[in-house]
Nanobody, 116 residues
């Protein structure tokens, strides 16, 4: 069983920055990959960014160049640095932990609101 605890969301003005954190517990083998997803009101959950075990990353086109995903394996923590935020980035952001068996665990979500 894996537990994920997210933090770092909040209210920020357009053009500002936030850093999300996700601490994970309970999996001694480590993830196959981890990612951040988001869900805006009335929309489906979408992938924002993912980092793989070897360090490769991928990003949604809408955030590439503005957001950076990273992991600190020593701290069992996943980060999402979000710069140049836009109102359309407003959503609940979810941390995802994917096991080597390709099973997904999810955090509880953290609200990010970007005002214009």
């Amino acid at each position: 069983q894996v537990q994920l605890v997210e933090s770092g969301g909040g209210l920020v003005q357009a053009g500002g920055s936030l850093r999300l954190s996700c601490v994970y517990f309970g999996n001694i083998f480590g993830p196959d990959s981890m990612g951040w997803y988001r869900q805006a009101p009335g929309k489906q959950r979408e992938l924002v960014a993912r980092v793989f075990g070897v360090g490769n990353t991928n990003y949604a086109d809408s955030v590439r160049g503005r957001f950076t995903i990273s992991r600190d394996n020593a701290k069992n923590t996943l980060y999402l640095q979000m710069n140049s935020l836009k109102p359309e980035d407003t959503a609940v952001y979810y941390c995802n932990f994917r096991t080597r068996a390709q099973y997904d665990y999810w955090g509880q979500g953290t609200q990010v609101t970007v005002s214009s």
